[in-house]
């Protein structure tokens, strides 16, 4: 069982940065890939980015290649999302989420523990 919280939400103008954490529980952090979704009001969950076991793999939506950069702290158990340049339409609550695995997985379903979700809200 892992246990995921996210932290680092809030309030930005367009334009600005936030950087998400996401700490787990996981006994062996390495065993798995974490990736970040995102939920907008009235849409469907979507993915975001992912990164692989040892932080070596990355790969984005192109919705926020380029802006976004995932990361992990296999010391901390931790893995990071720095956003920049950030949009209102990035607004949206952000999901931290992990899968035993050593590729980078980017559906929904391939992943077996969610965290609880913080809220990003990009202002115009």
């Known amino acids: 069982q892992v246990q995921l919280v996210e932290f680092g939400g809030g309030l930005v103008q367009a334009g600005g940065s936030l950087r998400l954490s996401c700490a787990a529980s996981a006994r062996t952090f390495t065993n798995y890939a974490m990736g970040w979704f995102r939920q907008a009001p009235g849409k469907e969950r979507e993915f975001v980015a992912v990164v692989n076991w040892s932080g070596g793999s990355t790969y984005y939506a192109d919705s926020v290649k380029c802006r976004f950069t995932i990361s992990r702290d296999n010391a901390k158990n931790t893995v990071y999302l720095q956003m920049n340049s950030l949009k209102p339409e990035d607004t949206a609550v952000y999901y931290c989420?992990?899968?035993?695995?050593?590729?980078?997985?980017?559906?929904?379903?391939?992943?077996?523990?969610w965290g609880q979700g913080t809220q990003v809200t990009v202002s115009s």
């Open positions: 989420a992990a899968r035993r695995g050593a590729y980078s997985y980017t559906k929904e379903n391939d992943y077996d523990y």
